[in-house]
């Protein structure tokens, strides 16, 4: 596995590498839910790369970029056991070379709303790396969790209305045997807290269950919330684009609470009978 931290060394590496290629798209941290993505890079693609890159320009001014955990060390070597064929690590400067970039990927309407609503900007920020990253590893694949699912949506419009020639493929969410969702911030919770951050993942079971019986699935998965510490943001049933709640069939619902200082998102696919 080659790692390289400037774009000449990975135009220099993407051009060696043969056959069909996948990208998979991080923030480093990594835990189960990135190998699941490198697991299903590496089923699809003869040769896979990973980027790893704390993305200043998705993070409000009062979030989490200074403390978000860079595990650089144990992320190499979860990517080498993966089978990743390149790792591209850039710092900022690499990045965004002028500074702060003046012309920005505009999400549209629905990167400003749930996430979007809650955190200006962000959708911004995350397709204009994501874009970014397209252009400089012209991958055939590129992978996303189910877990940001209204990312996956948001970059795979990207990508249909921008033209932009690669294939988007999500990636179901991988839990803890408990139910909770993996993510990067997980780590960021006390005991108390973590046992408060199941009310997400116990809220979705409840909405599914009310809708599959043909009942207010968003009613019944915000009582979830009810004498919670985790403190709700939204709670939405939508289609399976993050449209419009459907009377019938597929659905998606979507949530995102604040424990302590920590916010968390979590979604799950639903039937409304
Ligand atoms: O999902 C993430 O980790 C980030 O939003 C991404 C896609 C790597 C862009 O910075």
């Not at 998705?58 to 955990?69: C, H, K, S």
């Not at 969790?145 to 249909?160: A, C, F, N, S, W």
């Not at 999500?170 to 045997?177: H, N």
């Not at 809220?203 to 985790?230: C, H």
């Amino acid at each position: 596995m080659d790692l390289v931290h400037t774009r000449a060394e990975l135009a220099a590496g993407r051009a060696a590498l043969d056959g069909t290629v996948a990208v998979v798209m991080t923030m480093g941290a990594l835990h189960q839910g990135h190998k699941a993505l490198l697991r299903a890079a590496r089923a699809r693609a003869d040769r896979v790369i990973a980027t790893i890159f704390v993305n200043p320009l998705q993070f409000g001014p009062n979030e989490d970029f200074d403390r978000y955990p860079r595990t650089l060390d144990t992320d190499l070597a979860i990517c080498a056991a993966a089978g990743v064929d390149l790792v591209f690590a850039p710092d900022r400067t690499e990045m965004y070379p002028a500074g702060e970039p003046l012309v920005r990927v505009n999400p549209g309407p629905l990167g400003e709303r749930f996430e979007g609503a809650s955190r200006p900007g962000f959708f911004h920020g995350v397709l204009t790396v994501v874009l970014k990253l397209l252009q400089l590893t012209r991958p055939d694949f590129t992978f996303f969790g189910e877990k940001d699912y209204q990312q996956l949506t948001l970059v795979k419009r990207m990508v249909r209305d921008l033209d932009v020639p690669v294939e988007v493929i999500g990636v179901p969410t991988v839990r803890e045997v408990d139910g909770l969702a993996l993510s990067s911030r997980n780590r960021y919770l006390s005991d108390a807290e973590r046992d408060a951050a199941l009310t997400l993942s116990k809220a979705l079971r409840a909405g599914a269950d009310a809708a599959r019986r043909g009942e207010d699935a968003e009613k019944a998965a915000r009582a979830v919330f009810d004498g919670s510490t985790a403190e709700l943001d939204y709670l939405v049933l939508t289609d399976p684009d993050l449209g419009p709640a459907p009377a019938h069939g597929p659905g998606r619902l979507l949530v995102a609470a604040r424990v302590g200082a920590t916010r968390l998102i979590d979604n799950a696919a639903v039937e409304v009978a």
